[in-house]
């Protein structure tokens, strides 16, 4: 059985710094393409961030809103990604959730809420 485990979320101060983890289980993490969503009260979710595995090595993308000032990263040790974020806003509060994908089927964390109080 897949299972992503999100964790790291909490209440943070604008400008402050926050690192997410996901945690697979239950599938080969080597090639999964990892993404980092989230979704606001009364907003659709959104993509933050994504690695994914393209031919020989992992791509990072991010979106516009937290290009420049968030970095996901691997560890294939701890089959864990991490969203690490930085002068954090108002505007990122939501809930944050990981989501992996093998190229057949497609899995969700239950999401952490991160709230930056301002």
């Known amino acids: 059985q897949v299972q992503l485990v999100e964790s790291g979320g909490g209440l943070v101060q604008a400008g402050g710094s926050l690192r997410l983890s996901c945690a697979v289980s239950?599938?080969?993490?080597?090639?999964?393409?990892v993404g980092w969503y989230r979704q606001a009260p009364g907003k659709e979710r959104e993509l933050v961030a994504d690695?994914?595995?393209?031919?020989?090595?992992?791509?990072?993308t991010y979106a516009d809103p937290v290009r420049g000032r968030s970095t996901i990263f691997r560890d294939d040790a701890k089959n864990t990604v991490y969203l690490q974020m930085a002068k954090l806003k108002p505007e990122d509060t939501a809930i944050y959730y990981c989501?992996?994908?093998?190229?057949?089927?497609?899995?969700w964390g239950q999401g952490t809420q991160v709230t930056v109080s301002s």
């Open positions: 690695i994914n595995w393209r031919i020989y090595s992992y791509y990072a």
């Open positions: 989501n992996a994908d093998n190229g057949g089927d497609n899995y």
């Open positions: 239950g599938c080969s993490f080597s090639r999964l393409d």
